[in-house]
């Protein structure tokens, strides 16, 4: 398959940030439900319906980029993408259950051991369970970053999962400085928002996807093609 062309070096943080915030004001509203609908509903079966539900979600924000209509029920528009989606999900999510599963396991252990010790071994091997987890979180955000624009490029572009990862992963390490400087970003608007009595992270979880597609416009320009059409 041809590789997809993507631009390098366009991703500016914060001006994604307020791009973002001109896209979405004028439906906030409506980009909050199509948000939090769908989120609610991909977390009642985490791996099958999460995938379809950011695919719905994306529709809806890439379409509002492009300053097409939108509405509630396009987020149920990613269904068109399950096997995809599906497949994406599964990737991305089941080494996330394992090494959750892994980490409790030495707990469970220490704590079943932990009176049988003495306070130099436990301390000892709780900074060694502690070290191991550090590890193994660094890790999923780095994986987890590169796979940034995979759900988009299967609205998008039409991709199947592994050629969504593969073009994702690539497009972010050559816009990798942009990128980190939008995670940053990022970070401290879900700051502001837990600082908003917890609930304001809610409402800024709209404006921070939104921001990531705005990043992903920059890096993969186009038209947006409906469901069903070739590249």
């Not at 193994?136 to 987890?144: G, K, N, S």
């Amino acid at each position: 398959m041809q590789q997809t062309e993507f631009n390098v070096g366009v991703v500016k943080p914060v001006e994604a940030y307020k791009e973002a915030w001109e896209m979405i004001k004028d439906q906030f509203g409506l980009v909050l439900a199509v948000t939090l609908v769908g989120m609610l509903i991909g977390s009642a079966i985490p791996i099958v319906l999460i995938g379809p539900m950011m695919c719905g979600i994306y529709l809806v924000l890439l379409q509002k980029y492009e300053g097409s209509p939108v509405d509630f029920a396009q987020l149920f528009k990613g269904f068109d993408y399950f096997l995809p989606s599906l497949i994406l999900s599964a990737i991305i999510m089941v080494p996330v259950f394992i090494v959750i599963f892994t980490m409790y396991i030495p707990m469970i252990v220490l704590t079943m051991a932990g009176p049988r010790m003495g306070q130099s071994e436990l301390i000892a091997t709780i900074a060694g369970i502690l070290a191991v987890e550090l590890v193994f979180a660094v890790i999923m955000v780095c994986l987890h970053t590169l796979l940034l624009f995979a759900f988009p490029l299967i609205v998008d572009k039409k991709m199947s999962a592994i050629e969504s990862i593969k073009t994702s992963a690539r497009a972010v390490w050559a816009n990798l400085a942009g990128v980190a400087g939008l995670f940053g970003v990022g970070f401290l608007v879900a700051i502001v928002g837990y600082l908003m009595l917890c609930i304001g992270i809610y409402l800024v979880l709209p404006l921070i996807i939104a921001a990531n597609v705005v990043a992903y416009r920059k890096i993969f320009p186009g038209t947006l093609r409906p469901a069903g059409t070739t590249l």
